[in-house]
């Protein structure tokens, strides 16, 4: 049992590491002046000029000339790559992890090795069937094309589509994210994992959930609580982190996560709408009412200190009463002009 855990640990530390290589123009023009003198020495070899040399000298001749010219010349041929700037290439040869060509160049290697890339783009042509469906002004086609074996070492993004989660208050609410992401080491993300761009997509779902049923999906700032709209900066540097220690395994490094889509999921929508609603209306009053009883207290400390009117508990209350309804009032005040007594 121990053994068997420890050769699964070896095998998720597999490193990466440099291929063997030369460069591929030197052998390119090496090789193909060898192949021209062997079928040089192939082409005398059976022509009646070299009846005068030996036999054993002239089968000699002809088997290198042949072998070289026709079959291990062009086969070496096959061990040539061309990498672009941030591109590396995994090779295996015959079935073990051979090495990891990186940086752009022109390389030759080992002539049997294969690239690996569990994620292969087609980058190919289009092919030029087209198929009319019957009733429908619609065509249908096909590509035909070749796998590339090269991984791509840029920054690269990934948009998951939206989730339905329940936040720390048990709301239904509908949340995207969207990771910037590259690979770091090549051999863990062909070896490690089947996929890892769908392993990768599958973790950010995971992390998401986690990490959004730990907040509310909004929160007072009275009650200074953290939230899913108020600090999604802090949301999203979690997200990062739990989505990295996941993906170690696979050879990935996540730049950057952040949250590109939040709102109430539409059964909520219309119902959360009329609390935020009321929570503005309510709070809008309080700062009204308040500013309202500041004006007041204002209004009678300058008529008493200035003696514009000697008013007693009576009439002040029914002035402060007046002024309130004034200044709390949705509708502009009707002023009405008494020309008699107030008695």
């Known amino acids: 049992m121990e053994n068997s855990i420890q050769a699964d640990e070896k095998r998720f530390q597999l490193e990466e590491r440099p291929a063997k290589s030369l460069n591929g123009m030197m052998f390119l023009l090496l090789n193909s002046l060898l192949i021209l003198i062997t079928i040089a020495l192939f082409i005398i070899g059976v022509t009646p000029i070299a009846d005068s040399w030996a036999m054993a000298l002239r089968v000699i001749v002809i088997v290198v000339g042949a072998l070289y010219g026709f079959i291990v010349g062009p086969i070496l041929y096959m061990g040539l790559k061309i990498l672009k700037p941030n591109e590396a290439l995994v090779l295996t040869l015959f079935g073990r992890y051979y090495g990891t060509l990186s940086g752009e160049g022109f390389y030759f290697v080992h002539p049997f090795v294969s690239g690996v890339n569990p994620v292969a783009k087609n980058d190919g042509h289009t092919g030029g069937l087209q198929e009319k469906k019957e009733g429908l002004d619609k ?16 920054a690269m993004t990934l948009n998951n589509e939206k989730q339905k989660v329940n936040d720390a208050l048990g709301n239904p609410i509908i949340i995207g994210i969207v990771v910037i992401w590259k690979v770091v080491n090549t051999a863990k993300a062909v070896f490690n994992v089947d996929n890892y761009v769908e392993y990768l997509s599958i973790q950010c779902d995971s992390a998401l959930r986690n990490i959004v049923r730990e907040y509310p999906y909004d ?28 993906v170690d395994i696979s050879g990935l490094e996540i730049l950057e996560a952040r949250i590109t889509h939040l709102s109430y999921a539409p059964e909520i929508a219309a119902a959360m709408l009329q609390r935020q609603q009321a929570t503005a209306i309510i709070a809008a009053r309080q700062m009204i009412v308040e500013g309202a009883v500041g004006m007041v207290e204002m209004a009678l400390e300058q008529l008493s200190k ?37 008695y």
């Open 139 to 154: 065509y249908t086609s096909f590509n035909i094309s070749l796998p590339n074996k090269k991984i791509s070492l840029k």
């Open 219 to 246: 929160a007072s700032d009275d009650e200074g609580e953290k939230s899913l709209r108020g600090s999604s900066l802090e949301v999203a540097s979690r997200l990062k982190d739990a989505i990295q220690e996941k």
């Open 306 to 342: 200035n003696n514009v009117v000697d008013l007693d508990e009576e009439r002040k209350a029914a002035m402060v009463s007046n002024l309130l309804v004034v200044l709390c009032g949705n509708k502009d005040a009707q002023p009405i002009v008494n020309s008699g007594s107030i």
